[in-house]
């Protein structure tokens, strides 16, 4: 039979085949030297050749929507574009899959395994190269980022730029993202004042490896299908190509920890170098990321404490839970020491830098956490949004994931990561709610709603082991019934499975290959279908409470020769700012963004500040934009009869 996953690693820390990658353990009948077998069955080629084709897959695709050449401003033209990106993804994917589908009813199984291993690798990369496409499609004809020079883009340019005059760390905002962004001005476009320039490229990079990222650390755990339907979901549901450094951390750091976990479970069947050396890389990556973007780090840590807690060996004698305590203090002292400049700026400064930025979520129910809405909300409302459901406000899709969350803890608790994902899901609720319920008494948001992500992210991941727990007994129960009476149950010299065997004989391994080849086939038609999604959102309108403001703005800002971009729906466009980043004045109330002056005392329980706009003055300006936007037309259209 061939696996779909591997065998769960039980409480006893014991497993019948490796996790990290998803090759089959060896056994009686697979046992020649590394020397004598082909590259195709060496556990480290192979994970380099995934990693090579999936980030090759989704550069190779960004670099080739560079190629698409339409008005990305006119809705045409953003329909076109989006439609190329479709036809390109369908160029490519259609091949890999119909390799995939020829193997699985006619090659021979050990290809099949490796040409779905490199098809999965490959449409992860896809997934979010298209995502990366479409901003590519979206900035057409302006060197300048999403969000142009306002709001979160236009603080991380600011700090980019103080980076480059020396000045150090900007506050308690993770350095490692505008620091690279001097870096990249200074290497590419000659430093200071490019630093947005800077940030366009980065922002279409990190999107576009996005997809990689999440597959290659889901793989040191799952085999590629779990991996990839994981994976491909994670990253096109949660990419935010504004800033896609952050989730990028949330999607890899939960695999991680999950990895972390089980190497500290079986310390005492590890040894002491093997010990240090993973808690090293691990202590740097944990650091790295911490770096890149902290905030999941606080979310995540409540849960992963209690973790750490209940499967350190505290029963395994005395030598194992000293190698277990080395390897936690590998960990922590690597993560710390590259950590420590953040550490630092926290522990100085982190109680005078309190959030107070309120927006539609901040309104909306807070035992909602299956839909995310942005402070570009548009028209929706706390009264309008979320939707209710059938069933106790709660839709067909919540029911349907909640069902697999069941499976995943009913059936799949042995699995570590099962319990991983559930501690953390358990502490980001907790912490979740702890927020927002001192929220009006302590005037501070502190980025509460940022915990809906990764509270929806540990649902998928339970859902998706959930089935993965279905499929593994699912095989023994079918060998146990169909097995002829008298007969012994099978053993898979293989796989180790006595049911994987016993599978085999009465279901066709065949079978199992084209079901699962399927099912890859239905994943990649999501992929596509939610990239296109993400990216349509992102496509440029002159509308500030939707997306397309933030592609908007970076077309209307001048280019280094002082000329509008190509496609600039403005004749006199907006100056490069050059300024270095300098900390707010820390305010004593909640800024409730979103809502109009007079609606402040019914939602903030305050009157507004004078900046903020009443409804009248929304109107006005409304109408004020709209005779603009006539005269304009009608001085084009006397232009063209001259």
Sequence with gaps: MTHLAPEVVGASGTAHSRTGTGTPAAGPLSSPSAARRPWTSRRRVLAVAEGVVSLTAALGYMLLSRRIDVNPVVRLGQVSGLATLQMYAALIGLPLLGLLLYTAHRGAARRHQLVKRMVCAALAGLATGVIAGGIVVALHGTPHPLGGQEGDPGVLIDMANSFLHHEGMSGIYPPAFPALMALWAKIRYNGRGETGFALHDLQIFFTAVAGPMAYLAWRILLRPFWALLIAVPAAVLFLDPIRPYSHIVMIVLLPLLGYWLREMRLAGRRGTRHLLVRGLVLGV?????????????????????????????????????????????VTLLSAGVVGAPLLYQMARLGADNPDRYAFLAVYADPGYVLGWVSDRSGTLTYQTWPVAG????????????????????????RNIMVRTAAAVLAGAWLARFWFAGHMAQDKAIQLYPRTTWIIMYCLMILAVLGMMAVV????????????????????????????????????????????AAGMVCVVALFATMGASWSANRYMPSSDVDTMGIDAYR??????????????????????????????????????????????WPAVCGMEAPKRVRSRADIERDAEADRLARKEAAQKEKDAQKR
Aim: aromatic share 12%; net charge positive.
């Design 285 to 329: 990556t944990f650091g790295a990321l911490f770096l890149w973007y902290s905030g999941w780090y606080i979310w995540a840590a409540p849960g992963a404490l209690v973790a750490a807690l209940f499967f350190f060996p505290w029963r395994q004698g005395a030598a194992t839970v000293r190698k277990a305590a080395l390897y936690i203090g």
């Design 390 to 413: 059938e069933m106790a406000g709660q839709s067909g899709f919540a029911l349907l994931l909640l069902f697999g969350v069941g499976l995943g803890l009913g059936l799949g608790m």
């Design 472 to 515: 593994n007994r699912g095989s023994g129960w079918v060998e146990r019934t169909l097995r002829p009476r008298g007969a012994a149950p099978a053993s898979d010299s293989v796989s180790g499975s006595a049911s994987a065997a016993g599978l085999a004989r009465v279901v066709p391994p065949r079978v199992v290959r084209q079901l």
């Design 554 to 599: 970076a077309h209307v800002i001048k280019e280094r020769d002082g000329s509008c971009p190509r496609f600039s729906p403005r004749p006199t466009c907006w100056d490069i700012e050059k300024d270095d980043w300098k900390p707010g004045p820390i305010q004593n109330f909640i800024w409730c963004a979103g809502i109009v002056a007079d609606d």
